[in-house]
């Protein structure tokens, strides 16, 4: 009986352990957003393709880039990196509002800031493009940038 016992506070901790990682991970996911792609070929047969890629993917995938590769990059964009820094912390501050708005009698732009996302829709006689980008991923891309422009700034 009680090694039935010590078996369910076992079973109950592992459970618990295992809800609890599984709810922080969903938080991390949750809270970098999606990225969301969606692509309309207007001709027949055409592809109707949606990518939906968790924010979190973008930090996780630069940490997993060679240094050398993210240094090249990071000594390109140093110079520009307080003016990248600069227009985000404006872009996250702003209310909604349209950046950009072109309407032609072939194709329709529109860029605007909704909430903490950039959408980005085109539409043409082709196809038609929709892009959702959080700014938390943006900010997570310049971050980690930032950081490797520091190590490659240090090392030269």
């Not at 939906?52 to 973008?58: D, Q, T």
């Not at 630069?62 to 912390?89: C, F, G, N, W, Y």
């Not at 539409?123 to 891309?141: I, M, Q, T």
């Amino acid at each position: 009986m009680r090694m039935s016992k010590g078996m369910s506070t076992t079973a109950a901790c592992l459970l618990t352990l295992s809800l609890g990682t599984a709810a922080a991970g969903t938080a991390t996911v949750y809270d970098a957003g999606l990225i969301r792609v969606h692509v309309v070929e207007k001709k027949q047969d055409g592809q109707n393709i949606h990518v939906w890629v968790p924010g979190i993917a973008v930090p996780m995938a630069m940490k997993l880039a060679p240094d050398r590769e993210l240094a090249k990059v990071s000594r390109h964009i140093r110079q520009h990196l307080p003016v990248i820094q600069a227009a985000l912390k404006g872009l996250e501050e702003c209310p909604d509002t349209v950046f950009v708005e072109v309407i032609s009698s072939r194709e329709r732009v529109r860029v605007e800031k909704k909430g903490d996302l950039i959408l980005i829709d085109v539409d043409s006689g082709r196809e038609s493009v929709s892009v959702s980008l959080p700014l938390k991923v943006v900010r997570y891309a310049v971050d980690e940038l930032k950081d490797a422009a520091t190590t490659a700034s240090s090392t030269d």
